[in-house]
């Protein structure tokens, strides 16, 4: 998380752009929020907001706001539905850290442009359990590539089953009035410090902010964090 946050400042600085960043959920609340063209989350796991928290960053999302999540951030908030459905899933396992083939699906899209189209990379192979049918998946892992004892490759095929051969690794959607684009990729430090890994995750935040236009909190109708979605 540390080097990710040195990382994501530093391109703010390269790249014109602001960066704030706190481990501090109390600033999750409407008036603060709607200063922000996207919220990353960064590496977060388990629950990390209040409900009251919860509901404001909910509002947030409704009004058109933009979210950005990074590597184990299907891990977080695992008891809260909604969060569940905007992130496009929630984690359930991951084979071990290992050099892997991660193919592009979706050529054209804007978030892709200077991501290798066949990404040859060390990382953590994520599974996802309760995916969300909204999401454009836009690369996936080469499950042929990813690897492990006997235990792990039963695992890998019984978790698969939907998606044997590609599995999603980057995705985006349109979710309840804002715009979220998630990569599950970026599991060791040196990421933070690969012009690849840094252009992807740079292009992603760049796709978000883009889609983000004025923030309109009169769209935004949740009053608490299980309101029902419309």
Partial sequence: IEVGKAALMKLGKDNNF???????????????????????????????????????????????????GLHSVTGTERNWKWFKMMLGGSFVWHAKFQTFNIKTIDKSHPSLSGVPSLWTKEDECYFTKEMYPGIKVLMAHDISTVTGNEADMEKIKTLSVQFPDYYPAVWHQEFDGGTVWVTTLGHADKDYEDPVYLNHIFQGMAFVAGEVGKLDFSKAYATERDTPLR
């Fill in 18 to 68: 602001e960066v704030d960043t706190t481990e501090d959920a109390s600033l999750f609340h409407e008036d603060n929020l709607k200063k922000y063209n996207a919220v990353v989350f960064l590496n977060t796991t388990m629950d990390v907001l209040d409900p009251v928290q919860q509901a404001d960053f909910k509002r947030y999302i409704e009004a058109g706001g933009g979210f950005v």
